[in-house]
């Protein structure tokens, strides 16, 4: 039987396990809150309440020869990823999952500007949260050729889907920039990520490292268009950069400023996905199919 073991069992992480649970594999969640976890135990998953940034409770997990899914996000502020150095740390010899796939961020690569990014292009992040991804995907890259377990890593772009577009900023009044300045970002639809996530355990190899997006890129602007009109709502409004730096909270702020064009050929041709919604129109078409 195939076991699988997701670490941060969120909205991704709940999709990914109920793809395996309908295949009759043994999937074990570890998640913080025992509501959750009880929630989740309803759908058929075993869990194990635990804190990533507490090591104690990290001993004994059921990870050996487990499909370790790590989503699970970092603690916010500074550029070091404690919450992975700590599951490292808790996998002891004789306790190894067989493969890891990691979620990173296409954030990694930091602002390229119009530049088309592969997997090859150089990360250099310029935000925290990236640095902190990228020290993330290092140690469970150095945890890997030590143990000799393959990990792939997933540089993921915006997810978008069913119970993810932007209610709550554009019923909020959140701003966007002006359509004339606003920089290139990339998303992926959740049910194309959920389906990449599947088949880099079936295909990715040691060392693997794929960006995951529809490969269409739009900016900011256009995803919030699109999602006021398919929500019905009033398109946001649109302010100067001057009026951004004023009115945007810095994590927005931070999203907006960076540009990357995205290329996904290589998670297209070494996975062989075939995507469900390979572009913003598509997909948001079918956030209200679920």
Request: some cysteine; overall charge negative.
């Amino acid at each position: 039987m195939t076991h699988v073991f997701i670490a941060g069992c969120g909205d991704i992480g709940r999709r990914v396990a109920l793809e395996y649970l309908a295949e009759g594999a043994k999937v074990t969640a570890l998640l913080r809150s025992p509501e959750k976890g009880s929630e989740l135990e309803t759908l058929g998953l075993r869990t194990v309440i635990a804190d990533l940034d507490d090591p104690a409770t990290l001993t004994g997990l059921p990870l050996a020869g487990a499909i370790l899914f790590y989503f699970a996000p970092p603690p916010g502020g500074g550029h070091l990823e404690p919450r992975v150095q700590n599951f490292c740390e808790a996998m002891a010899p004789g306790n190894q999952p067989s493969r890891v796939i990691y979620m990173s961020t296409s954030g990694v690569y930091g602002d390229c500007g119009e530049l088309t990014v592969t997997e090859d292009t150089p990360a250099i992040p310029q935000t925290a949260r990236g640095k902190r991804r990228l020290h993330g995907e290092a140690l469970f890259r150095e945890w890997g050729k030590e143990r000799n377990i393959p990990v792939v890593i997933l540089r993921v772009t915006g997810i978008y889907g069913p119970g993810r577009l932007p209610v709550s900023q554009l019923t909020g009044g959140q701003p966007v920039l002006d359509e004339g300045i606003a920089n290139l970002t990339n998303r992926i639809h959740a049910d194309d990520l959920v389906e990449v996530c599947r088949a880099a355990a079936r295909q990715g190899e040691g060392g693997d490292i794929y960006n995951v997006s529809d490969g269409h890129p739009t900016t900011m602007t256009d995803y919030f268009n699109a999602a006021a009109d398919f929500l019905g709502l009033p398109r946001p409004r649109q302010v100067s950069w001057e009026e951004a730096r004023e009115v945007m909270s810095p994590l927005m702020l931070s999203y907006v400023a960076e540009s990357r064009r995205m290329d996904n050929r290589k998670m297209r041709e070494k996975l062989g996905i075939i995507l469900r919604y390979p572009t913003l129109a598509q997909g948001i078409k079918a956030c209200g199919q679920q």
